[in-house]
């Protein structure tokens, strides 16, 4: 058991107005991963390296592509014990049309009991206390055994190219545990959805809009892939339903290009057209048997196609080549996670909040995927993903952050960690 004194001694080390300075520090820093203006991760996360340095961290950093490094900072307490990692990223989105905000997008304004600006929220805050929370607890003086690892991540908005560069590197080869640092409104997540993004793209014949038998429209065909992917999402609504923590499965038609280079004409059938999709998964479906459903969609929208312009011409008694083309391209694949309730690493969580927030732990699971998802599937690491941040806000303009839950959170990281790393023998 751990004693109150103990449990105590870490929460005065929480020093709310360093993680507030802190947070505001990243925030005034833009990392939108933008090459064209010159703004990437790099100034982020050299910030969070070096104040980690001064409090006496190892500091490693790995350059993943120009202007984008991960930076490790690793607390190697002695070879026993468990391994746990905070993750969090340092790139966020776009802030979009800046006259839309009513704050400074990077100005970390506070206002009441709220910060603003984008990564407020997603999840440089978060970030900030994860950073706070490694902090207090060694400076607490807290008995504990095994390592703590704070992976400090580059492009999680995009591709995850960090924490895949982190694995290749082999920092993740002896985590036993993550917590992933994104804001789930103090959420326990054990859960996230699965993401599998696919491109379709038909190809035609381009003709004047005023003469389209003298070409071959793709429009047919995007119609038809859509209303194939709504039934695909029917058909998995009834096959899984509705999972506790993730809700329903999802096919998502994203983006329609038409013309896939140049600007669109209204007198122009365009000679190709792309179909973005987005699915989102969850327990129960196996990407495997989706992938082989998306390529037969293609194969039987093509056919159908086909059919269709053979058809209308034989009754214009029209003789052209109907040779249109659907083919499908696979962008991503992230599978769906899910931790045990028993596992070491979520008794510690809800411990942990039952502690700080004096109320009962919430369950639930994260509609999107995280970092975390490639920890969970390639390395087999339990994984908890949980922060401070209304769910709703990321990506919104006038992002923001409660400071008090902000404060909260970082109280709870540091309750995980100090009962996820005690002592087996003393607990």
Not at 184 to 192: E, M, N, R, V, Y
Not at 239 to 264: C, K, Q
Not at 323 to 329: C, F, K, L, P, Q
Not at 390 to 417: F, G, M, N, S
Request: with cysteine; charged share 25%; hydrophobic share 40%.
């Amino acid at each position: 058991m751990i004693q109150p004194e103990v449990i105590q001694r870490v929460l005065r080390e929480v020093d709310p107005d360093e993680l507030i300075s802190l947070t505001r520090d990243l925030v005034r820093i833009n990392s939108v991963w933008d090459p064209a203006k010159g703004t990437s991760e790099q100034l982020a996360s050299e910030l969070a390296g070096n104040w980690a340095e001064a409090y006496g961290f190892e500091v490693e950093m790995d350059q993943v592509a120009s202007g984008r490094p991960n930076t490790i900072i690793t607390w190697d307490i002695d070879s026993g014990g468990r391994h746990l990692m905070f993750e969090g990223h340092t790139d966020v989105v776009t802030p979009g049309d800046i006259s839309a905000w009513h704050y400074d997008p990077f100005g970390a304004e506070i206002v009441g009991k709220r910060m603003y600006g984008r990564g407020t929220n997603d999840t440089k805050g978060n970030l900030a206390a994860m950073l706070v929370a490694m902090k207090s607890l060694r400076q607490s003086g807290a008995e504990l055994t095994g390592k703590i690892i704070g992976g400090v991540l580059c492009d999680e908005e995009d591709q995850m190219i960090g924490v895949q560069d982190f694995i290749r590197r082999g920092h993740a080869d002896s985590i036993t545990g993550a917590i992933i640092c994104e804001p789930q409104d103090g959420l326990i997540c054990i859960s996230q959805k699965g993401a599998l993004r696919a491109k379709f793209v038909v190809t035609g014949r381009m003709s004047h809009g005023a003469m389209p038998l003298s070409g071959l429209n793709t429009a047919p065909a995007v119609a038809r892939l859509i209303d194939g992917l709504h039934k695909m999402e029917l058909n998995a609504i009834r096959e899984v339903g509705y999972d506790e923590f993730l809700g329903w499965p999802s096919f998502t038609p994203t983006a329609i290009m038409a013309p896939v280079v140049g600007p669109p004409q209204l007198n122009v059938i365009p000679s190709m057209a792309e179909l973005l999709v987005d699915i989102r998964t969850v327990s129960g479906q196996v990407h495997g048997d989706i992938r082989r459903s998306l390529i037969e969609l293609a194969k039987d929208v093509e056919e159908n196609t086909r059919k269709y312009y053979k058809e209308y011409d034989d009754i214009i008694t029209l003789d052209r080549a109907r040779d249109i083309g659907v083919n499908v391209e696979f962008l991503a694949d992230r599978p769906c996670t899910f931790t045990d309730k028993m596992d070491p690493l979520v008794i510690a969580a809800d411990w942990a909040t039952r502690q700080v927030s004096q109320r009962g732990a919430v369950y639930a699971g994260v509609p999107g995927a995280t970092d975390g998802t490639f920890l969970w599937s390639l390395k087999d690491i339990p994984i908890v993903t949980m922060g401070a941040g209304d769910r709703q806000v990321a990506h919104q303009v006038d992002e923001w952050v409660d400071l008090d839950q902000l404060i909260e959170t970082a109280k709870i990281y540091a309750l995980i960690a100090l009962h996820y790393l005690y002592p087996r023998d003393s607990s």
